[in-house]
């Protein structure tokens, strides 16, 4: 801008001597020249406020492109290191959400065996309770008929439980495992059990059906109360009489493996709730003289605890046929590799037999091979030629005159 203003002034100087003639006044000279310097100042401003615009455009550009890449390659790091992070404990997520899944779909499969378990028995129960509805009539009064009814029951529970009379269980045995007459040591009566379920290693329990409907199904029927205590205590002293009657039987000490306890089976629910619920001291007195007390429920859980010793004594007879299976493979094994040691060292010797009749073949000048070479090099006539690699290996005379 300085060396534009100090052209200008040695402009107007030149112009003023070169119009000496025409000189112009001072002021004129003067306002010229200050409205040609504020033209230029203005141009000069205007040029620098447009310079200035465009260098903070391009600044601000530049400024946008760096933040910009900053910002991406700072997302960038932000992503791979949150990444490396977080990895971790993305594996932990989803090694627990997947322990989480196996033990759910475990404890839906234990709870869903669980509760087949209770339909079968609550299906059972009502299939008893509406079986004895329906021969309560029947029943009524009759002992023998009542007798044989609850044995009847006996054995359905057992079939419903999956055992098979023969295989695991017996009824009305009077014969023990090796033939004997099963009778009672004291008053030498022979002995009917109802049933015998088999347990392993020779083991068994001893049921007994013991019906006491009459004097319950009194009870159930009394229209005061005096009459309902009367049934109920001779409901309760029957239940009683069948427990010294078992008693009396020893049933445990007469068959061989049996159990320390005989099940009393009462096969109405509802009977056998009332008499331990009106005398509750008769789990207690039937318990002292080994005998059990048990309802259509009970027996059914003793029956599937049964069924799991056997289920646990299978898989044991299996792993000791596996264990036995194993041994006998190892004994095998064991045969096979001396018969092959055998056979190595048999070939080993039929090799060692072979070069010595191939030694003596060819061997020596004198061998075999060698006279017949020397036969067919004087003109012996021949069909055939012995071959290359047996006359390759013939050993040379030292005397060829010989």
């Not at 100090?6 to 402009?11: E, H, M």
């Not at 009459?227 to 001779?234: I, Q, T, V």
């Not at 073949?361 to 061998?367: E, N």
């Amino acid at each position: 801008m300085l060396c534009a203003v100090i052209a200008l002034l040695v402009w107007v100087v030149i112009r003023g001597r070169s119009d000496s003639g025409n000189q112009v006044p001072y002021e004129m000279m003067t306002a010229e020249y200050e409205r040609r310097i504020s033209e230029l100042q203005r141009r000069l401003e205007a040029r620098d406020e447009d310079l200035m615009l465009r260098q903070e455009s391009q600044f601000k550009a530049y400024a946008e492109e760096s933040l910009r890449l900053h910002s991406s390659q700072l997302r960038e790091t932000n992503s791979q290191q949150m990444s490396a992070l977080l990895a971790p404990m993305r594996q932990r997520l989803e090694e627990f959400n997947r322990a989480c899944q196996e033990s759910y779909v475990s404890e839906n499969a234990t709870m869903r065996s669980l509760a087949d378990r209770i339909d079968m028995l609550a299906e059972l129960n009502s299939s008893i309770g509406k079986e004895a509805r329906n021969l309560t009539a029947a029943l009524r009064g009759n002992s023998g008929k009542q007798g044989r009814w609850g044995e009847v029951i006996l054995e359905t529970l057992l079939q419903k439980a999956g055992f098979k009379e023969g295989i695991n269980f017996s009824t009305q045995l009077t014969r023990d495992s090796s033939g004997g007459v099963i009778r009672n040591a004291e008053s030498g009566a022979g002995l009917r059990p109802d049933v015998v379920v088999y347990l392993p290693e020779d083991r068994c329990v001893i049921i007994d059906s013991k019906v006491s409907l009459t004097a319950y199904l009194e009870y159930c029927d009394a229209e005061d109360d005096k009459l309902r205590s009367e049934a109920a205590k001779r409901h309760c002293d029957s239940v009683k009489r069948h427990v010294d009657e078992l008693a009396r039987a020893q049933y445990q000490r007469e068959v061989k493996g049996a159990s320390e306890h005989v099940l009393m089976f009462i096969p109405n629910e509802a009977a056998f709730l009332a008499a331990v619920g009106m005398r509750p001291e008769l789990w207690d007195y039937a318990s002292d003289r080994k005998v059990a007390i048990v309802s259509p429920a009970h027996l059914f859980s003793v029956l599937q605890l049964i069924e799991q010793l056997w289920s646990v004594e299978k898989r044991n007879l299996n792993s000791a046929k596996i264990a036995r299976q194993g041994g006998l493979l190892y004994d095998r094994v064991a045969g096979f590799i001396d018969e092959l040691e055998k056979l190595g060292k048999n070939l080993d010797n039929a090799q060692t037999a072979y070069m010595n009749c191939r030694n003596k073949l060819a061997g020596s000048p004198k061998s075999v091979v060698s006279t017949a070479e020397r036969l067919r090099e004087l003109g012996a006539k021949s069909s055939k030629k012995i071959s290359e690699k047996m006359t390759d290996e013939l050993i040379p005379e030292a005397d060829s005159n010989e």
